[in-house]
Nanobody, 125 residues
Framework: QVQLVESGGGSVQPGGSLGLSCAAS????????MAWFRQAPGKEREGVAC???????NYAESVKGRFTISRNNAERTLDLQMNALDPGDTANYSC???????????????????WGQGTQVAVSS
């Protein structure tokens, strides 16, 4: 039984902030790399940020310096703090988990085996 559930999406104005969370009901959570992906209508799915089991992170250039990914292994949660949001950040945001044998921090969607349903983020005036 595996379940990833995102929360925290909503509508914000440009320049605003929003925090997303992912509750991961999954075994060996601490051994998996975790990531946030996003997909806007008409666009390809984009890896936003990832964090490996050791705390190493990687960010898409478009969000670097604005977004921060973090994990809480005790609570089995994954967070994404988004600051200085702009309309280009509007998308459905999903969290994802790799196999416990894959410990690299990857922004490629094919590296991930489990996905949440996603939460909508809208940035507009």
């Amino acid at each position: 039984q595996v379940q990833l559930v995102e929360s925290g999406g909503g509508s914000v104005q440009p320049g605003g902030s929003l925090g997303l969370s992912c509750a991961a009901s999954i075994s060996t959570y601490n051994h998996r790399s975790m990531a946030w992906f996003r997909q806007a209508p008409g666009k390809e799915r984009e890896g936003v940020a990832c964090v490996d089991p050791y705390g190493g992170t990687n960010y898409a250039e478009s969000v670097k310096g604005r977004f921060t990914i973090s994990r809480n292994n005790a609570e089995r949660t994954l967070d994404l703090q988004m600051n200085a949001l702009d309309p280009g950040d509007t998308a459905n945001y999903s969290c994802a988990a790799t196999s416990p044998t894959y410990t690299r921090c990857s922004l490629a969607h094919h590296a991930y085996n489990y996905w949440g349903q996603g939460t909508q983020v809208a940035v507009s005036s």
